[in-house]
T-cell receptor, first 114, second 110 residues
Framework: DVKVTQSSRYLVKRTGEKVFLECVQD?????MFWYRQDPGLGLRLIYF???????EKGDIPEGYSVSREKKERFSLILESASTNQTSMYLC?????????????FGSGTRLTVV | AQRVTQPEKLLSVFKGAPVELKCNYS??????LFWYVQYSRQRLQLLLR??SRESIKGFTADLNKGETSFHLKKPFAQEEDSAMYYC????????????FGAGTRLFVKA
């Protein structure tokens, strides 16, 4: 029944490493999103994509990039990991419709940068 | 600016008591509002949408445009309602951008 899958539940990386977070959805959704979730700050949008090879910056894109080569897969890339990027990362997807039916979330990747 | 405010970080109630989780928003357009819930060790999931006016697990939420609020209510809290609740505002067609509040942790005591 899992519809949005994030490849890793926990990751520990060293400062300066390049980090890839993968997300796959099987619902044929057009829109995909990456958020980070921090206590007291809620969810903040990093990047989103509404089509293959398309991407848009969210509210906190600095230090991140994304890739969407296939409709079902949306990757978040930390070019050079830093300790302030230690967080829970959530991937979500939604269909493109005139009505808004909300998001389906993955189970999250908890990234620790040491 | 678009903003969602949940003034309470933690809300603690006794089982059987009414519960209200507050949410206020700031948006100049026509808002689409949601409540999401995250139970312990589970993924974040949609609880309800204002546009559908549905009741899920006994929770309801009414959009008050005059007060720019979308408070979540339940008349009788249950222990299994203990979770993190996020209010969210979607802007743009197809939910291109959803802004989340900081969340309220609800703790229902036996």
């Amino acid at each position: 029944d899992v519809k949005v899958t994030q490849s890793s539940r926990y990751l520990v990386k060293r400062t300066g490493e390049k980090v890839f977070l993968e997300c796959v959805q099987d619902m044929d959704h057009e829109n995909m999103f990456w958020y980070r979730q921090d206590p007291g700050l809620g969810l903040r949008l990093i990047y989103f994509s509404y089509d293959v090879k398309m991407k848009e910056k969210g509210d906190i894109p600095e230090g991140y990039s994304v890739s969407r080569e296939k409709k079902e897969r949306f990757s978040l890339i930390l070019e050079s990991a830093s300790t302030n990027q230690t967080s829970m990362y959530l991937c979500a997807s939604s269909p493109f419709r005139t009505g808004n039916y909300g998001y389906t979330f993955g189970s999250g990747t908890r990234l620790t940068v040491v | 600016a678009q903003r969602v405010t949940q003034p309470e970080k933690l809300l603690s109630v006794f089982k059987g008591a009414p519960v209200e989780l507050k949410c206020n928003y700031s948006y100049s357009g026509s808002p689409e509002l949601f409540w999401y819930v995250q139970y312990s060790r589970q993924r974040l999931q949609l609880l309800l949408r204002h546009i559908s006016r549905e009741s899920i697990k006994g929770f309801t939420a009414d959009l008050n445009k005059g007060e720019t609020s979308f408070h979540l209510k339940k008349p009788f809290a249950q222990e299994e309602d203990s979770a993190m609740y996020y209010c969210a505002l979607s802007v743009g067609t197809g939910g291109f951008k959803t802004i989340f509040g900081a969340g309220t942790r609800l703790f229902v005591k036996a």
